[in-house]
C-alpha cells in the first residue's frame, strides 16, 4: 500500500472511529473502495447512511457491518426480498470484497442526535463545518405508546439481544433498533411474522414477534422512539 494511501485509510479509520480488530478481517478494509460504493447507496440511505422518507429506506449507519453484511448477502442470494436493491447486489456488481468494504464503512460511521452548542458569533465559527454536522444529525420522532409499557417489555424480552439502550450488539451482530425509523421496524416484524425474514439465525424456527400483540409491539417501539434523545 503507497504511503499516502495508508495515511489516507489511518485518518479515515480515526474519523469513523474503526477498531482495528474489526470482526471483517481476513479482507482487508478499503475505506476509499467502501466510499465510493456509498456514492450508489446514498441516492436511498442517505450519504450517511442515516436511512430516508421516514424509513421507506432504513438508516445504515453504525449498524455492525456483520449485520449490514449478511443483509447484503441474504439480499443478492434472493433469500431476503427487496425489489429496490436486487440490481445494485448482484454478483456481478458486489463481490464478496465490495461487500465487506461497504459493510464496514458504513458500521463506521457515527450519527449524533443533537447538535453540540456553539457560539455563532465567535471568531473561529465555522459555518461550513456546522452545516456539514448539521447534515449527520438522526433523531427518531416520539412513536404513540406506553413508554412505561414498553420499557418493561424491552427490557425483559428483547434488551438481551439488542442492547440495554436498543444499541445492538457489534459482536454478535446485533442491528439497532434505538435511532432506527419506527416505520421500518414495523415492516420487518410484519415480515418476521410473515416468516419472510427469519428473526434469530441462531434458531430459525423462533416465532417471538408473533408472541406479542400490535399493542406491545406499539408500547415497545415508543420507548425506543425516545431511547436516542
Ligand atoms: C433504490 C433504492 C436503494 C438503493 C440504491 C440501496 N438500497 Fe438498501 N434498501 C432499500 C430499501 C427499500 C430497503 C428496505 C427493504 C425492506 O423493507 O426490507 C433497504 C434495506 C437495506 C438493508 C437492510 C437494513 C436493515 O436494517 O435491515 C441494508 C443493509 C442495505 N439496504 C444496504 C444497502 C447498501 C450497502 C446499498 C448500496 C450498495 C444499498 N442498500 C442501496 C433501498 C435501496
Ligand atoms: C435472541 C436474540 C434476540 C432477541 C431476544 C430479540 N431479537 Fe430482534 N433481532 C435479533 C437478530 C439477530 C436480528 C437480525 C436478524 C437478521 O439478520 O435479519 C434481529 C432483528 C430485529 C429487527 C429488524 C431490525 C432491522 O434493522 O432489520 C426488529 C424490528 C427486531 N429484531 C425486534 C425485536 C424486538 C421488538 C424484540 C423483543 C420483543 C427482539 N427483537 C428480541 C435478535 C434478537
Request: hydrophobic share 35%; glycine share 8%.
Amino acid at each position: 500500500m503507497a504511503a499516502h494511501r495508508l495515511l489516507y485509510a489511518t485518518s479515515l479509520a480515526v474519523v469513523f472511529n474503526l477498531c482495528p480488530g474489526n470482526p471483517v478481517d481476513a479482507h482487508e478494509f478499503d475505506p476509499e473502495n467502501g466510499e465510493e460504493i456509498n456514492e450508489v447507496c446514498a441516492g436511498c440511505h442517505g450519504e450517511f447512511g442515516e436511512g430516508g422518507k421516514e424509513g421507506e429506506y432504513p438508516r445504515l449507519a453504525g449498524m455492525p457491518a456483520e449485520f449490514i453484511a449478511r443483509q447484503l448477502h441474504l439480499f443478492r442470494d434472493r433469500q431476503r426480498p427487496n425489489l429496490a436493491m436486487v440490481e445494485y447486489v448482484d454478483h456481478r456488481q458486489m463481490p464478496d470484497g465490495d461487500i465487506q468494504d461497504i459493510a464496514a464503512y458504513l458500521a463506521g460511521i457515527e450519527l449524533k442526535t443533537k447538535l453540540p452548542p456553539v457560539d455563532e458569533s465567535a471568531p473561529d465559527f465555522d459555518a461550513y463545518a456546522r452545516l456539514l454536522a448539521s447534515k449527520k444529525i438522526m433523531q427518531i420522532p416520539r412513536a404513540e405508546g406506553s413508554q412505561a409499557a414498553g420499557s418493561k417489555l424491552y427490557r425483559k424480552e428483547c434488551a438481551s439481544c439488542h442492547g440495554k439502550m436498543g444499541e445492538g450488539d457489534k459482536k454478535k451482530a446485533v442491528p439497532l433498533l434505538a435511532g432506527q425509523y419506527t416505520n421500518y421496524l414495523w415492516r420487518q416484524v410484519e415480515k418476521y411474522r410473515n416468516k419472510i425474514r427469519i428473526h434469530d439465525p441462531d434458531a430459525p424456527e423462533d416465532a417471538l414477534l408473533s408472541e406479542f400483540t400490535d399493542e406491545e409491539i406499539r408500547d415497545i417501539f415508543a420507548y425506543l422512539s425516545v431511547l436516542d434523545d
